[in-house]
């Protein structure tokens, strides 16, 4: 569309190489959960059936409704195969913490994990937890199957024949769904069966293609544990053709006057909608309320609710959630995934029957709970996807009964288009609400930003004051330090001064002390010399003495002979007389004295 969303995708849709993204498609993984979305294999997923899948994954709805941007670029409003495995791998991307974006695809990251679904690893179980024809469509597939008197619980093929054919479908579609409902391969179909051969006939009126295998979601429970598979297999109708009678459109037995009301293929219908319209059982009253509730709820105002609109207003009963789906699907009776103000007030009518009376909704809506506007349609719809004409076996008037089938056919493919325009205008009304919403908060950013504007100004203002404040202190602040810097030079130079005086006093007392310790040493060796002199000149005082008694005795001994000598010597004649020896040792006793007193002269020295 013009709207920004519109423009939003086209951006995106630019920026995806030709063709996209191209994941493979053989991860098994993936392929899962393409499989629980898409049983059918129609190849494309609706944005309900996507969004209800997707919320499993607990993330926020901002980052769901990016994902579905980047992986629905085109606006297209549906998923095709490959646009789901990018969403799955966006999940993953953002589950595991990274940047959810086209950019991050190829980044290595384990599968993305969706609460109330099973572990893609567990396929079987997988299959066993689901399938695909709906609770509701099943209890009108069986209203069809008891009309149509099973011998046995099973129907043969002359007795579904007939409700196939109705259809008006291609022989060749017809006999691939009767082999794909055939499981167990015995020519006839009990219940279950039965109800998947009407469920591939809706979908292919629907234009969805029949597969060529049945996939697993459309198993049914009772059949899995024994379900062969069969890729090969011929797609044929019963082998017997049964009799040209059989192919009228009236069953035998005078069950029902008329396929329209037995073989019906419509899902809308049930074997009671050919009595007369019955009254609505939600009450004016109780409508009113609800139509208020309904306008406070729909902020798009586009005519419908979602699901996610109307949760907390469903989640406020206290009911459980599998009854509130329940609800909403006998409520959404077109299976559009929104509620109109009438199916809104149909879910608050049976919520409130369940919450105040206890009673439990049913499991096909009775006649009287259809909405009244939907009546009318339901019935058209099922003419023009039907068709009225029967088989007559005159090939003129079946020429004609199959024109006017194919000109109903073609009547019902108009008012779908129809449908589908309106919804295009609807979605280019909520577009252009969108601009206009977007228009406005844009105004109101704008005079946001404008406003944040002048306050930045003024406090930008304020601070140049400031700064020039902070300036000028700055400017004496510098003019201080440069005045202490030069107090602090003196200071370090008169330092260094003294520090230089003091280093010479110190190395002057050391020099000193180094004196006075030499000085110290010499005192003691001094002393010690004295001490040795003393002993010595006491010790030579010693020998003094006893020499010089020895001399004194040695002197009283010669002193009488000298005298002796002295009287003899006084002639020569008696100095002849004496012999040589004795003078020899008389001069030799002089010579002693003479030293003695010499040696006691140079002591006193």
């Known amino acids: 569309?013009?709207?920004?969303?519109?423009?939003?995708?086209?951006?995106?849709?630019?920026?995806?190489?030709?063709?996209?993204?191209?994941?493979?498609?053989?991860?098994?993984?993936?392929?899962?959960?393409?499989?629980?979305?898409?049983?059918?294999?129609?190849?494309?997923?609706?944005?309900?059936?996507?969004?209800?899948?997707?919320?499993?994954?607990?993330?926020?709805?901002?980052?769901?409704?990016?994902?579905?941007?980047?992986?629905?670029?085109?606006?297209?409003?549906?998923?095709?195969?490959?646009?789901?495995?990018?969403?799955?791998?966006?999940?993953?991307?953002?589950?595991?913490?990274?940047?959810?974006?086209?950019?991050?695809?190829?980044?290595?990251?384990?599968?993305?994990?969706?609460?109330?679904?099973?572990?893609?690893?567990?396929?079987?179980?997988?299959?066993?937890?689901?399938?695909?024809?709906?609770?509701?469509?099943?209890?009108?597939?069986?209203?069809?199957?008891?009309?149509?008197?099973p011998v046995n619980g099973l129907?043969?093929?002359?007795?579904?024949?007939?409700?196939?054919?109705?259809?008006?479908?291609?022989?060749?579609?017809?006999?691939?769904?009767?082999?794909?409902?055939?499981?167990?391969?015995?020519?006839?179909?009990?219940?279950?069966?039965?109800?998947?051969?009407?469920?591939?006939?809706?979908?292919?009126?629907?234009?969805?293609?029949?597969?060529?295998?049945?996939?697993?979601?459309?198993?049914?429970?009772?059949?899995?544990?024994?379900?062969?598979?069969?890729?090969?297999?011929?797609?044929?109708?019963?082998?017997?053709?049964?009799?040209?009678d059989s192919l009228r459109s009236t069953p035998s037995h005078g069950s029902v006057n008329s396929l329209n009301s037995t073989g019906s293929l419509s899902p809308k219908h049930s074997l009671k909608q050919a009595q007369a319209p019955a009254a609505w059982v939600v009450p004016i009253t109780d409508k009113a309320r609800y139509d208020e509730i309904f306008l406070k709820t729909d902020l798009d105002l586009d005519g419908f609710v979602s699901g996610l609109e109307v949760k907390d207003i469903f989640m406020h009963s206290g009911l459980s959630q599998k009854l509130l789906a329940h609800i909403w699907a006998l409520a959404d009776t077109r299976q559009m995934g929104k509620l109109n103000k009438e199916q809104f007030a149909l879910a608050m009518f049976l919520i409130q029957q369940k919450v105040s009376k206890g009673i439990d909704p049913p499991q096909v809506l009775l006649p009287e709970m259809v909405p009244p506007s939907e009546r009318t349609t339901s019935v058209q719809d099922s003419s023009s996807s039907v068709g009225s004409g029967e088989?007559?076996?005159?090939?003129?008037?079946?020429?004609?009964?199959?024109?006017?089938?194919?000109?109903?056919?073609?009547?019902?493919?108009?008012?779908?288009?129809?449908?589908?325009?309106?919804?295009a205008i609807r979605q280019k009304t909520t577009e252009v609400q969108d601009l206009q919403n977007d228009l406005d908060r844009e105004t109101s950013s704008l005079q946001e930003l404008e406003a944040q504007k002048q306050d930045a100004q003024d406090r930008l203002d304020e601070m140049d004051q400031q700064k020039t404040k902070l300036k000028d202190m700055l400017s004496d602040v510098r003019q201080k330090c440069q005045e202490e810097t030069q107090v602090i030079s003196s200071l370090k130079m008169q330092i260094q001064s003294q520090e230089s005086d003091l280093k010479s006093q110190e190395d002057d007392i050391s020099r000193a002390k180094a004196e006075l310790s030499r000085l110290q040493q010499e005192e003691t060796q001094l002393e010690q010399s004295?001490?040795?002199?003393?002993?010595?000149?006491?010790?030579?005082?010693?020998?003094?003495?006893?020499?010089?008694e020895e001399i004194n005795q040695v002197s009283h001994s010669f002193h009488g002979v000298d005298l002796l000598f002295s009287t003899c010597t006084d002639s020569k004649e008696s100095r002849a007389l004496l012999p040589k020896p004795f003078l020899k040792s008389r001069i030799c006793g002089a010579k002693t004295q003479t030293m003695s007193g010499m040696c006691k002269t140079h002591f006193l020295k």
């Not at 980052?63 to 966006?90: N, S």
């Not at 088989?391 to 089938?405: M, P, R």
């Open 1 to 149: 569309g013009g709207g920004p969303s519109g423009r939003r995708r086209r951006k995106m849709a630019a920026l995806i190489p030709l063709g996209g993204p191209q994941l493979s498609t053989g991860s098994p993984s993936y392929e899962t959960y393409y499989k629980q979305v898409d049983p059918a294999c129609v190849g494309r997923i609706g944005a309900s059936d996507a969004a209800l899948f997707l919320k499993k994954s607990g993330l926020t709805d901002a980052v769901l409704g990016k994902i579905w941007d980047l992986a629905d670029p085109e606006g297209k409003g549906f998923l095709d195969k490959q646009g789901f495995f990018i969403a799955l791998r966006l999940v993953a991307c953002a589950q595991s913490g990274h940047d959810v974006s086209l950019g991050n695809l190829n980044l290595a990251l384990p599968p993305p994990k969706f609460h109330d679904s099973p572990s893609p690893l567990q396929i079987s179980s997988s299959s066993d937890a689901h399938w695909a024809v709906r609770m509701e469509e099943k209890a009108k597939f069986d209203g069809i199957f008891e009309s149509l008197l």
């Open 155 to 244: 129907l043969s093929g002359d007795k579904v024949k007939p409700v196939l054919m109705n259809s008006k479908l291609p022989l060749d579609i017809l006999g691939m769904v009767w082999d794909l409902s055939d499981i167990d391969k015995d020519g006839h179909l009990d219940k279950d069966e039965f109800a998947v051969a009407m469920h591939l006939v809706y979908r292919a009126l629907e234009k969805e293609p029949v597969p060529s295998v049945l996939p697993p979601s459309l198993v049914p429970p009772s059949k899995r544990k024994k379900t062969p598979a069969f890729p090969g297999a011929v797609p044929v109708l019963p082998a017997s053709p049964p009799p040209k």
């Open 391 to 423: 088989f007559t076996g005159v090939k003129e008037l079946d020429d004609i009964s199959q024109e006017i089938s194919q000109l109903q056919r073609e009547k019902y493919s108009l008012e779908q288009d129809i449908r589908e325009r309106e919804e």
């Open 530 to 548: 004295i001490q040795a002199g003393k002993v010595q000149l006491e010790t030579i005082l010693k020998s003094l003495k006893s020499t010089q």
